[in-house]
């Protein structure tokens, strides 16, 4: 079965960190881009971040970066997103994706993407 796994997820206070992982399972990673996204309760699906299938390019939300790092393990099929100095407007569903385009690297996004993970619930809040 092909999918993809988000894990790393939890509740954090402003100003703390948390790492996300996406683990591929049934197919290699290493010949996609990866993008992760997030929806906020009541709000619409946004791209976070995105990163090229040998990792050359990379881009970030505007709302970030600086604080947020995507990056990739080809050799364990994983991509992950570091995210420090939470916000409570951070809070949300993160979902990661993968297909041959996820972004152009200057800050669309596409949603139209072949994998998508179920995604890991990331609260942040006193």
């Known amino acids: 079965q092909l999918q993809l796994v988000e894990s790393g997820g939890g509740l954090v206070q402003p100003g703390g960190s948390l790492r996300l992982s996406c683990a591929a399972s049934g197919f290699t990673l290493d010949i996609y881009a990866v993008g992760w996204f997030r929806q906020a309760p009541g709000k619409e699906r946004e791209g976070v971040s995105c990163i090229s299938a040998d990792g050359s390019n990379i881009n970030y939300a505007g709302s970030v970066k600086g604080r947020f790092t995507i990056s990739r393990d080809n050799t364990k099929n994983t991509v992950y997103l570091q995210m420090n100095s939470l916000k409570p407007e951070d809070t949300g569903i993160y979902y990661c994706?993968?297909?041959?385009?996820?972004?152009?690297?200057?800050?669309?996004?596409?949603?139209?993407?072949?994998?998508w993970g179920q995604g890991t619930q990331v609260t942040v809040s006193s």
């Open positions: 994706t993968a297909d041959w385009r996820v972004c152009d690297y200057s800050g669309t996004y596409y949603d139209t993407n072949e994998f």
